[in-house]
């Protein structure tokens, strides 16, 4: 992969889902390339595939057919582990409903992809993260003594500990109100402007989208600009 | 596995047990009930080897029938260490006013017991009180002063002699290693006993000598020497290893028995393991999601889940070997001073390390199989809940298949008869495997159905046919506990029905024995007109001995040669009689009767599971050991004998001239009313008082009263089955706690009251105990109809209580426990739960 080659770069992907009252057919050829440190925001109505994109660009599920190559490699020539693996340390996700792992503390969630990637600093890289999203004093909590907003910088802390190069975030301020949406928003570009990392997300937040460089809309299971 | 997932898993063991409860309980139980069977069994072996010596009453016994020792052999005897001698036969007791009764008298010598010590009542000692000065003293059982009305110092007659009653007899230390008594127990001196006219020559008379080896003697050797010393004397040498051999093999049984019922509570209960883990991954799916999206693979989720399951497995483990360890101490402490056999109550390694090694495997079977899910489970299930990872042939369901077989084979291997063993286990895999089928298709009916329906019945079919059906998880375990306790009650009834019915109207009413040849036509004569004459088909008289198989086809034949379900007559002596023409009840199946008035070598008629038993047909030679000789008789038929009904049921049956010149007693069976059996009894007294009388009635209603005392216990013991069924549907209950009470709260919404929400859990958990009861109760029949009909060869009887107490109670009690269980999500209030949504 060159400086210059896309991060992600989906090529008419399509999937269909079965569902007991027949296939559903969810993604209908999107493209999407992704350089480095670019942003995009995905926008559309509820329904219109925008999480499925992120699923099936993340590597969490398969296309029915197109091609998904992240960080240069083809998901179509990985099985699961193979696809766990590339994202080990190098993609991150954020989502809208936080999962946190909820018999780990705070630290230890955030500790836990650096522990799955090897890293012998995970303790020390996640306290010093928690600080920087302002839960140095919560690190011994476990998920459910935590509020909402603390919850998603908890997540957020946990994407950014890895200096991921793309960070898919799927209605990162869904579940929170306002103030906190505004608060974790904010937090979320500037760590971003931090590390560097690309940005894909999926937003029905307008204000929210509009930090974004790039954005798209998702209609009909397509992609196109906004 | 590695030490991130040792340290996941540690953290996942932060949940503690919550969501495992009914997990734990279902091992624990299993494991429990096994380790409690394997650990009193263990108490009483180790409690009868630490008392052999006294058990078998000397380091050696020689035990001979129907003969005394010759000068010689006693001669050896002596020559191996200090002795005693004993000599037991079956008298008639009368009291002065005339009342009768069988007893089993016991001539003992002044050293008598070489080991252990005679307990008596009444006067300080045995010896005290048979060597007082008077009449020759005697030391009986309460039992026979209870049922002739006599108290200390009184007379009893045994034969000629007048004894007085001196002592009661609470315990003599060799009496366990006597087997089957025919009435309450007298001991007197022996030297007396010679002297009453009972011990004669051929007559039913045992003696016994006992030796006392020195110290460091090698009693197996020392009885195997003294064994081919005399080949031909038709003693038997038994050394303090074998004592209570017979108690041994009971005890292995039943130990066998209960145990399969723990294995059975296992499988029971494997279900409710199986949804503990399905339930519990299902709840953590968000979570085995989220660490494959941060890089974890399938091995490193599954190895953290397995290594939780696996502590939890261990923790019920555990509790259940506690509980098994504990039980004998528990059975001690109440039933001490009741126990007739002797036990060393402790903790003791080798049944606990069968039950957890039963509990671990059980435990693999059915937790692995989900587990793979773990593995499976995409992490794409983030965004749509409903996926559920695929059931994969995978290394887990590999190794699942691999346990169940583990345990299948660990239970056939450690079974006393394993080709019994295996059939029992497979029997019972196949019925737990139909039982889930049945569930699977009960709740598809269900899902049939519910459109044709309305109201609080739609939403119980509609519950019984979703996808946490208790029907294909609780029905087929509550399925199997009914189905053992269906096998159990009509084991039962049959038995009481052969022993409480069949046997009073086909058994004789009295046995005679002890009738000598040159009594038997006066006695013909005196009974005939007691009895309505004399028939074929209400009395017989005929010569009667007893003897031991030695030998087939011309060579030895040792009792572990033949098979299990024949070697009873092969390592005892068993009756025999002789006939000259075949009986109307001959009953042969195989060869033909020795032509009437045949004087040629002896002929034999066998029993037809002896023949089986040693592989023996018509033409083969058998080596009986009869009246202290040996003698080779020809199997002229195989018969296929009804031991316990009136006629010649006899195993084995000589033409008469093979023992001619033989001087045997007669047997007589007498058919009677119990009113023409009461003045048989008082012609004998009168007139015959040397005959014994043996009340086959009487000796039936106890061994009814003992059966229903042994049906009680083991009915217990087979609940434990349907206790596990209950667990695992507490289980189904628990797994659907969350989806019912958020369905509670929108019904309740809707408008419906909570009478018609608990109608509708009613409605459901009725049906499952209804499909498990009905399943089970045609399982357990048809797993009981061959046991009785084949195995135990009696007539079938159908239990009806099985439909009208067992299944009602089965179907109330699912119904109730469903209910109760819940009843906390029907009183939730809807606006917290809504709000959670």
Redo the contacts between chains.
Sequence with gaps: MTKTSPLLDLDEVALT?PSTAGPVEILRGASLAVAPGERVAIVGPSGSGK??L??VA?G??RPTAGRVRLFGQDLSALD??GR??L???RA??V?Q?F??????TAE?NVA??L???GRPDAAEAARDWLGRVGLGHRRGHYPHQLSGGEQQRTALA?ALAVRPGLLFA?EPTGNLDERTAAEVARLMFELLAETGAALVMVTHDSSLAARADRRLLMQGGRLQAA | MTSLSLRYARRELRAGAKGFRVFLACIALGVAAIAAAGSTAEAFRHGLASRSREILGGDLSVTLRGRRFTDQERAAFASLGPSTDTVRVNAMAQAPGGARRLVEVRGVDARFPLAGAVTVSGAPSLAAALAAPGPPGAAVEQALLDRLGLKLGDTVMLGEVPFAIRAVLLDEPDRLAGGFEMGPRVMASREVLERTGLISPGGLFVETIRIALPAGADAVAAGEALQKGFPDSGFRVRDRNDAAAGLRELIGRLEYFLAFIGLAALLAGGLGVNGAVSSYLEARKPSIAVLKALGAEGPLVRNVFLIRIAALTAAGISLGLAGGAATPFLLGALFRDRLEVPALFGVYPWPLIKAAVFGALAAAAFSLAPLGRARATPPSSLFRRDLTGPLTLGPESLLAGLAALGLAGVAVATAPTPLVAAGMVAATAAAWGLLWLLGRGAAALAGRLRGATRGALRLGLANLAGPASAARTAAPSIGLGVALLTVVLLLQAALLAKVKEAAPDAAPALVLTNVTPADGPALDAAIAPLIGGITPDRYRRMPFASGRIVGVRGGPIEPEQVAPEGRWAFDRDINLTLIDSAPPDANLVAGRWWPAGYDGPPMLMIDDDIAAAAKLRPGDAVTLSVLGRELEARIAGVRKVEFGRFGASFALILNPSALAGAELTQVVLIKASAVQAGAVQRLLARRFPAANVFDVREQLEKAGELLDQLALAVRGAAAVVAVSGLLVLGGAVAATAERRTREAAILKVLGAARSQALAATVVEYGSVGLIAAATGVLLGTAAAWPVVRFAFDFEWRFDWSVLTVLLPATVTLTAVAGALASIPALLSRPAPVLRRE
């Design positions: 889902l999480s499925s992120i699923s993340a969490l599920e699961e582990d766990a693996r994202r080990r340390g991150a996700l989502f409903a999962h946190l792992l909820p018999n780990m230890e836990a992809p522990e799955i990637a946990r799927d």
